[in-house]
């Protein structure tokens, strides 16, 4: 049964939905193919599962306005990855351990249910925060029944304490939590289950300041912690790193360590931390092992900082996405990411041109245009220096080595703002998925990625190709379908 404080802000979300949805859908940067909120602010994905064979994707969310505040978890469904059900409000911030803000968490599979574990955030009346892991429980995958809070804040930890996401290792169950210690260094705490319902506190698995980790963070959020080949991966999104050279450029960064997890001492060895993305949003990913044993990433299409509500989609009540789902594997030494193969499906006929050559010149290329598209771009040659211009707004240069993304700034009298990444080796491949709003780019079948939003004119559909020397390449094209 929901509470009648439930229903009430069921109802005003509801409202705010209908209220703002004609401004909301006639914007011009809504997304085609990508996850957003009605209405309101979108940040973290949630509950990534695929449940009874049905794909479920929950989402922060804040109805009521376009910046941070005491978040929902909106829902998402799918049987393909295709096809998209925007379903009911799953939780609302309608309890004293949640009032403030149903947080990120994890969807896990148990006795034939669907729950949901995720921090409630409580500021108490001095403003001090609280946090509670909290779970809820599902018969039917569409409405969740609070049970309460099942793990306190343990001793050594401040109240950052939040994100779990619960896993099953045999008959054991194990939940990672972002954490801050007293001492303000950010870590990636473990606790386990035999019963599913006492959780015992194991400790830190790494962290800021543990091992051979120097100083690394103020606070871990959203932790995710997995096996991929005979490695253990621990994804997080660390609080606090310091820019250094072409690495750590945005506000905060997500990115992963490698290595074997040590159950029994409770330590993850690892080697180097290693973002996941170098564009200029994209933060607190979570991923799921789905029916056919596919590791699948998705993550926000945000970063928080100082610039993001100066986005233009917030005049019409909306700001920010999720990326395109991503499969990860690992190829010996680091995670590749590769678009999933499901997304093929959205492809209308292809445009290829097998053979291009470009010397000294900028170009169009027949038919490669559009705000809804996917582009292969394969290089047999770049003699000195390659670059791809977006309706006049981004672009995405390679010379010796290092590829550039550029576009303005959202605010600093739109200067323009740079990303830039060294390849392990040569530019041998791109592929961009084009979204309106949206661009994501897949370097060398996915060793990169660059991942950022985009606010060209509405009816800007060129794309231009320009080569400093002689680059030869070729290129194939397809308008993609959206999902909704
Ligand atoms: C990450 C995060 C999480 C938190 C959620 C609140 O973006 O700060 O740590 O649970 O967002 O919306």
């Known amino acids: 049964m929901l509470s009648e404080r439930d229903l009430e802000l ?85 309890d004293w351990f949640d009032e403030n803000g149903v947080y990120s968490g994890s969807a896990i599979a148990h006795d034939d249910h669907l729950y949901l574990f995720y921090t409630g955030n409580v500021k108490d ?111 997080v999104s660390p609080q606090g790193l310091e820019a250094e050279g072409m690495q750590f450029a945005n506000t905060y960064q997500s990115g992963y360590f490698a290595g074997s997890l040590d159950f029994e001492k409770v330590r993850l060895n690892h080697g180097d931390f290693r973002e996941l993305d170098r564009g200029f949003e994209f933060y607190a990913p979570q991923t799921t092992l789905d029916e056919k044993g596919r590791r699948i990433l998705i993550g926000w299409m945000g970063v928080p900082d100082q610039y993001e509500q100066a986005q233009p989609t917030i005049e019409n009540h909306w700001i920010h996405c999720l990326t395109i789902p991503r499969e990860l594997t690992w190829n010996g030494e680091q995670l590749i990411q590769t678009p999933l193969d499901e997304l093929k499906e959205m492809r209308g006929p292809v445009i290829l041109h097998s053979s291009i050559t ?46 550039t993304l550029s576009r303005p700034h959202f605010e600093e009298n739109q200067k323009t703002e740079f990303r830039r990444v060294e390849l392990a080796g040569e530019l041998k491949s791109l592929r961009l998925f084009i979204d309106h709003s949206s661009l994501e780019v897949f370097v060398n079948e996915g060793e ?20 400093l020397g002689t680059s030869t390449f070729s290129i194939e094209q397809w308008k993609l379908k959206g999902f909704q």
């Not at 892991?133 to 018969?139: G, K, L």
């Not at 609070?146 to 950052?160: A, D, N, Q, R």
């Open 10 to 94: 069921r109802k005003l979300a509801n409202e705010e939905i209908e209220k703002y949805k004609d401004k909301v859908e006639a914007d011009p940067y809504r997304l085609n193919y990508h996850h957003m909120a009605p209405v309101g602010l979108l940040n973290d994905p949630n509950g990534f599962i695929q449940w009874k064979g049905t794909y479920h994707l929950f989402y922060q969310w804040m109805p009521f306005d376009t910046d941070h505040g005491a978040k929902f978890w909106g829902h998402y469904s799918s049987e393909d990855f295709v096809h998209w059900k925007h379903e009911d409000i799953a939780l609302t911030p309608s």
């Open 125 to 235: 009346e001095k403003g001090e925060r609280e946090s509670y892991q909290c779970v809820a429980v599902s018969e039917d995958g569409v409405n969740f029944e609070k049970k309460g809070v099942s793990v306190y804040l343990p001793e050594g930890y401040t109240s950052h304490f939040r994100d779990p996401k619960v896993w099953k290792e045999g008959d054991t169950w194990y939940m990672v939590v972002g954490a801050q210690s007293e001492d303000l260094q950010g870590k990636a705490v473990l606790f386990k289950s035999e019963d599913f319902s006492e959780w015992e506190h194991l400790g830190v698995v790494t962290g800021s300041g543990e091992g051979n980790l120097g100083g690394f963070g103020y606070m871990w959020e959203c932790p995710d912690l997995f096996e991929l080949d005979g490695k253990h991966i621990l994804v």
């Open 358 to 403: 470009i010397e000294n010149d900028q170009k169009a290329v027949r038919g490669i245009e559009g705000k809804s598209i996917e582009l292969n771009l394969e290089f047999d040659e770049i003699e000195n220096q390659f670059a791809i211009e977006m309706f006049q707004y981004a672009s995405l240069s390679y010379k010796d080595g290092i590829l």
């Open 448 to 467: 990169e990625v660059l991942t950022s939003r985009i606010f060209p004119q509405a009816e800007d559909e060129h794309i231009l190709f320009t080569s």
